[in-house]
């Protein structure tokens, strides 16, 4: 199967720009798995489309979205085509879609990170980063993180304050934990890239999300090999 999509995107490469297929190669090689971000019933379309770019801009390459009570909505305005490049996550078809979530990541290996103001938890710089892979939990705008999140979390983080504000705007909190985590992983000796196979999977989903009307050249692709 690798042999198969390595062939159909050397295939696909010639209906894309050198330009265009260099810029994948370069982004490719600065995604992480290592750290990725879950979202809990956001219910504001600007916040979730902030959260999406402002991952896709720190090289976050998965986003899981937790669907209890709101839907997942983002804003074509905001998100500047960042979900074209995210790999997206929903959980909306649980009885609990947190735990569902949690659950889920736990088995891949993710310890449970969750956001609070609250003073008594860690600051977020002083989260260990090597300890392995992270996924960082955000809760809706007016609650914050969900009792569910809280039991069931690893860690508690929060970002320090220094005003009379009890806590920052969601979308803002993402791009600060995600700037801060991210800047400390591409400093360290931690192998945060993706693997061999999944960047071949993810460079494949971005050459054909840059191609018009692909699934007629990949028809043909698979034409000329018989399949």
């Given at each position: 199967?690798?042999?198969?999509?390595?062939?159909?995107?050397?295939?696909?490469?010639?209906?894309?720009?050198?330009?265009?297929?260099?810029?994948?190669?370069?982004?490719?090689?600065?995604?992480?798995?290592?750290?990725?971000?879950?979202?809990?019933?956001?219910y504001q379309p600007h916040n979730a489309s902030a959260?999406?770019?402002?991952?896709?801009?720190?090289g976050i390459q998965d986003v899981h979205v937790i669907e209890?009570?709101?839907?997942?909505?983002?804003?074509?305005?905001?998100?500047k085509g960042?979900?074209?490049?995210?790999?997206?996550?929903?959980?909306?078809?649980?009885?609990?879609?947190?735990?569902?979530?949690?659950?889920?990541l736990k088995k891949q290996g993710y310890r449970v990170i969750a956001t609070t103001p609250h003073e008594k938890y860690s600051m977020i710089d002083k989260l260990d980063v090597t300890k392995g892979k992270m996924a960082l939990f955000f809760g809706t705008e007016l609650e914050g993180i969900s009792e569910d999140v809280r039991n069931e979390a690893d860690e508690l983080v929060r970002i320090p304050m220094y005003g009379f504000t009890e806590s920052f705007n969601i979308s803002v909190s993402a791009a600060i934990c995600l700037y801060q985590l991210t800047m400390r992983l591409r400093d360290s000796d931690i192998h945060w890239q993706l693997n061999e196979e999944e960047l071949l999977d993810i460079k494949l989903e971005w050459v054909k999300n840059s191609i018009q009307r692909v699934e007629l050249i990949v028809q043909e692709f698979q034409k000329r090999r018989g399949i």
């Open positions: 199967m690798d042999q198969y999509k390595q062939e159909l995107l050397q295939f696909l490469s010639q209906y894309i720009s050198e330009n265009r297929l260099a810029k994948i190669e370069h982004i490719a090689k600065e995604r992480t798995r290592y750290l990725s971000i879950a979202v809990e019933d956001i959260v999406m770019r402002s991952a896709e801009c720190f209890n009570k709101n839907k997942y909505k983002p804003s074509k305005e905001i998100t960042a979900n074209n490049w995210l790999t997206m996550h929903h959980y909306n078809a649980a009885e609990n879609n947190t735990l569902d979530c949690i659950r889920t």
